[in-house]
C-alpha cells in the first residue's frame, strides 16, 4: 500500500493546487456575484471528487479502508454536480451545501489518516486538513448570516490553508517511495 500511495503522491499534489487557485480566485475577486461563487465552488468539489476517487481506485488493492477515499470523493462530485444544476440556488442554500460538504469530506479524512497512522509518519497533516475543514463547516452553521463576502473570505482562506496541507501530505507520501538503486 505504501508505495502505491507513493507513487500516486501527485494527486494529492493536484488536489491542494486546484484548492489553491480556487482560494485566490475567491480572495482577488470577492464581489463575485453568487452565480460565479456557485460555479468556482462546484468546479472545485467536483475536481477534488475526481481526484479523491482516482486516489481510492489507486490504493483500492492495497487499501481495505480505501472507500472512505471513495467516498468522500462520490460527495464532491455530487455537490458539484448539484452546483452546475441549480446554479440559482440561494446564498443561504449554497452556504449550507458548503457547510455539509466541509464536515463530510473533513470526517473522511479523519478516518483516513487515522487508518494511515501505522503506515505513515506525519499523518497530523492529513488530520489537520479534516478538522479544518471540519471548523470550517461548523462556523458556516453556526454564523450562516455573517454576510456573502465574508464567507467567500472564509472560503477563500479555507481553501488555500486547506491546499498548502494537501501538498505538504503529497511530499510527505511522495517521500516514502522505495528507494531504487542502480
Known amino acids: 500500500m505504501l508505495s502505491s500511495l507513493s507513487r500516486n503522491w501527485w494527486l494529492l499534489a493536484l488536489r491542494g493546487i486546484a484548492a489553491i487557485i480556487f482560494g485566490v480566485l475567491a480572495l482577488v475577486?470577492?464581489?463575485?456575484?453568487?452565480?460565479?461563487?456557485?460555479v468556482l465552488f462546484g468546479a472545485l468539489a467536483f475536481v477534488?471528487?475526481?481526484?479523491?476517487?482516482?486516489?481510492?481506485?489507486?490504493v483500492h488493492k492495497k487499501n481495505e479502508y480505501w472507500?472512505?477515499?471513495?467516498?468522500?470523493?462520490?460527495?464532491?462530485?455530487i455537490?458539484?454536480?448539484?452546483?452546475?444544476?441549480?446554479?440559482?440556488?440561494?446564498?443561504?442554500?449554497l452556504l449550507y451545501l458548503i457547510a455539509s460538504w466541509a464536515l463530510i469530506t473533513g470526517?473522511?479524512?479523519?478516518?483516513?489518516?487515522?487508518?494511515?497512522?501505522?503506515?505513515?509518519?506525519?499523518e497530523w497533516v492529513m488530520i489537520l486538513g479534516?478538522?479544518?475543514?471540519?471548523?470550517?463547516?461548523?462556523l458556516l452553521v453556526v454564523f450562516p448570516g455573517a454576510g456573502?463576502?465574508?464567507?467567500?473570505?472564509?472560503?477563500?482562506?479555507?481553501?488555500?490553508?486547506?491546499?498548502?496541507?494537501?501538498?505538504?501530505?503529497?511530499?510527505?507520501?511522495k517521500s516514502l517511495a522505495p528507494q531504487t538503486h542502480d
Not at 475526481?50 to 489507486?58: D, E, G, N, R, Y
Not at 472507500?67 to 462530485?77: D, K, S, T, Y
Open 29 to 38: 475577486w470577492p464581489s463575485l456575484t453568487v452565480l460565479s461563487l456557485v
Open 130 to 138: 479534516g478538522l479544518l475543514s471540519i471548523l470550517v463547516g461548523v
Open 148 to 173: 456573502a463576502l465574508s464567507v467567500i473570505w472564509l472560503i477563500g482562506s479555507f481553501a488555500i490553508a486547506f491546499g498548502i496541507l494537501q501538498i505538504v501530505l503529497a511530499f510527505k507520501v
Open 79 to 93: 455537490i458539484g454536480l448539484i452546483t452546475f444544476f441549480w446554479p440559482n440556488v440561494t446564498a443561504l442554500a
Open 48 to 58: 477534488e471528487g475526481v481526484f479523491s476517487i482516482t486516489t481510492a481506485i489507486a
Open 107 to 122: 470526517g473522511f479524512e479523519i478516518a483516513a489518516a487515522i487508518k494511515l497512522r501505522k503506515l505513515i509518519n506525519n
Open 67 to 77: 472507500w472512505a477515499i471513495l467516498l468522500a470523493g462520490v460527495a464532491g462530485i
